[in-house]
């Protein structure tokens, strides 16, 4: 069956139209349940003080319980997307009279927008509007099977679909609407993933809202880590974006900074941008940092029908992660997977990378690198603050996130020997050491990937480009304005001097009473010269001369 319903919402160009996504990875998960009853999951039960425990299919599906028009239902907690759906029906719902159709690689849940009472965490909303899906067998995973009936985004409300489709509150997301109403300024979630398979881990999953897991109170002293905002016009594409630190943002196996150039433009030169999504089971890394966590380990191979890198299942792998100058170590169980039936080429047993390049998911505004999916939350306790990102809140500050390390290096190592090794420490042996950098493999990179590489140069710089066309245009039109005035002027300059000759014309012919031309004098005589009528001959001529010709040189 499929391993992963990851969702993710983003905008594959300006003009397009919004919709949320699901990404199918192309290999089957071997996912266990409990012989006695499969259909039955340990967190259906409720909640009163506002804590409620997550489920854990494999560590491929995380969900909770919510109860919405009266009944409880089990829906996959993601924060990569912003929606509420639910199959099957609900009782006492109220039909809106809008449609819904959101399309995932797995299948497709459309059907007609709802509103009921809706509950989650002790936190009550009496009008929540939802999906109501009838129909899921278009997907390719058996949802129910999975452990959940639905899915609820606890992403931002303007990313939310039905946010969109319908008017006033009731179509805000659940998440929103809860902290709406909600008098404290305590609006914030708080999410800890559990680990399968981890005989040293006593985490256990917990989804809170306003309040913080006993035992755990100190993760409000983490620092405050800033949402990354995205542009106001393509806001559909906000998630929970935070930058790492400078240089130093993810430290490979070999213990040194992996170098990356983030493609989100108003990004820190040496930082890279990651988004916290719960709803994808493995991480989505730029391509260039898979490689450089696992193109070093002895025989490792890429897997083109999985995309994704295979290594022996008995390499451990150290990642690290940094954020606000804390360390956040990666469980090695987390690097990579032995989940997953794969195999190398010759047909013997391999484990997954988990750290997969980004590939569908690859975001052409330039909003973030990489995907920070199940395998890297189960290492951290997670506090998401909503701040001003609540339609119709009246908190002004600012979203944030804060998260508080979970893993200790020393005991994830002996975790990893206990599973992988059988309790044999070879870690440190010759066919584990890591090959020398020049020797390192590198993944291909397919021709789609290069033409989003090509797009994302042009639409992540849109505003820019905007701002561009504005000011050339503004140029442009300023100069056509001074063109046409300059010529008016002209006209009218060319306007005046002839109007002024016509005038002098006009003038001279009443004896240059307002002429602007002085009268001619002789300068013989002060009698003014007037035009003589003409002679009839010659003779006339020689009669004003003395009968000489007037026009004969002087000797």
């Given amino acids: 069956m499929m391993h992963s319903f990851i969702t993710l919402s983003f905008v594959s160009s300006l003009c397009s139209t919004f919709s949320v996504l699901a990404l199918r990875i192309p290999f089957d998960a071997h996912v266990q349940t409990p012989a006695s009853n499969p259909t039955i999951h340990s967190p259906r ?16 599906f995380y969900y909770t319980n919510i109860t919405l028009g009266g009944q409880n239902i089990s829906v996959m907690l993601d924060t990569g997307s912003s929606d509420l759906w639910v199959s099957g029906t609900v009782s006492g719902a109220t039909d ?39 129909n899921v067998s278009s997907f390719s995973t058996n949802i129910h099977a999975n452990g959940y009936d639905g899915l609820i985004g606890l992403g931002p409300n303007s990313g939310s679909s039905i946010y969109k489709k319908l008017s006033g509150k009731s179509g805000n997301n659940p998440i ?79 213990g040194q900074p992996i170098q990356y150039s983030s493609i989100v433009p108003k990004a820190p030169d040496g930082t890279i941008v990651g988004v916290l999504d719960s709803g994808f089971t493995l991480p989505q890394v730029p391509r260039s940092v898979s ?59 391999a484990c997954l ?27 951290t306790y997670t506090l998401i603050n909503y701040g001003n990102f ?21 005991s994830a190592v002996n975790d990893f020997i206990q599973v992988r090794l059988n309790g044999q420490n070879t870690i440190n042996s010759p066919q584990y050491a890591l090959l020398p950098a020049s020797q390192g493999q590198h993944s291909p990179e397919s021709a789609s990937e290069k033409k989003k590489a090509y797009e994302e140069l042009v639409l992540s710089r849109w505003p820019y480009i905007l701002v561009g066309c504005l000011v050339f245009l503004i140029l442009l039109i300023s100069y056509c304005i001074w063109r046409c005035c300059c010529r008016r002027k002209r006209m009218a300059k060319k306007a005046a001097k002839k109007a002024a ?12 009473k307002s002429g602007p031309y002085a009268q001619l004098n002789d300068s013989q005589s002060s009698t003014s010269l007037v035009m003589q009528p003409m002679r009839g001959s010659a003779v006339d001529f020689e009669e004003d001369y003395g009968g000489k010709d007037a026009f004969a040189r002087s000797r």
């Avoid at 929103?176 to 800890?192: A, K, P, V, W």
């Avoid at 809202?209 to 106001?232: A, C, D, R």
């Avoid at 505004?365 to 199940?374: P, Q, T, V, W």
């Fill in 176 to 254: 929103n609407r809860i902290f709406e109403q909600m008098s404290s300024s305590n609006d914030y979630l708080t999410m800890m993933l559990s680990r399968k398979g981890d005989p040293g881990s006593n985490i256990t999953g917990q989804f809170t809202i306003g309040e913080v897991v006993p035992g755990f109170e100190n993760i409000t002293s983490m620092p405050q880590l800033s949402i990354e905002k995205v542009y106001k016009v393509t806001n559909v594409d906000q998630h929970w974006q935070i930058v790492s630190d400078k240089n130093k943002g993810i430290i490979g196996p070999d």
């Fill in 353 to 379: 990378g988990t750290f997969q390049p980004v590939t569908s998911a690859f975001s052409l505004l330039g909003e973030y690198d990489m995907i920070l999916g199940m395998a890297f939350m189960r290492n």
């Fill in 45 to 60: 039960q409720s909640s009163s003080n506002g804590i409620v425990p997550i489920g854990n299919t494999q560590n491929f």
């Fill in 291 to 349: 490689d450089a966590i696992y193109g070093r380990v002895q025989g490792a191979e890429w897997s083109a029908s999985s995309e994704a890198w295979l290594i022996p299942c008995g390499q451990l792998i150290n990642v690290t992660f940094n954020f606000g100058g804390v360390s956040y170590p990666i469980h090695p169980l987390d690097v990579s997977s032995s989940d997953f039936e794969v195999t190398f080429s010759n047909g013997s047993p």
């Fill in 390 to 410: 609540i339609t119709g809140g009246s908190n002004s500050n600012n979203p944030y996130v804060q998260l508080l390390p979970l893993t200790n290096i020393e």
């Fill in 96 to 134: 809106t009279g809008s449609s819904l159709k959101l399309s995932y690689a797995v299948g497709t849940a459309a059907g007609d927008i709802y509103t009921a009472p809706f509950e989650l965490a002790g936190q009550s909303v009496s009008d929540q509007a939802f999906l109501l899906v009838a």
């Fill in 501 to 512: 000759q016509q005038k002098g014309g006009a003038a001279s012919v009443g004896g240059f």
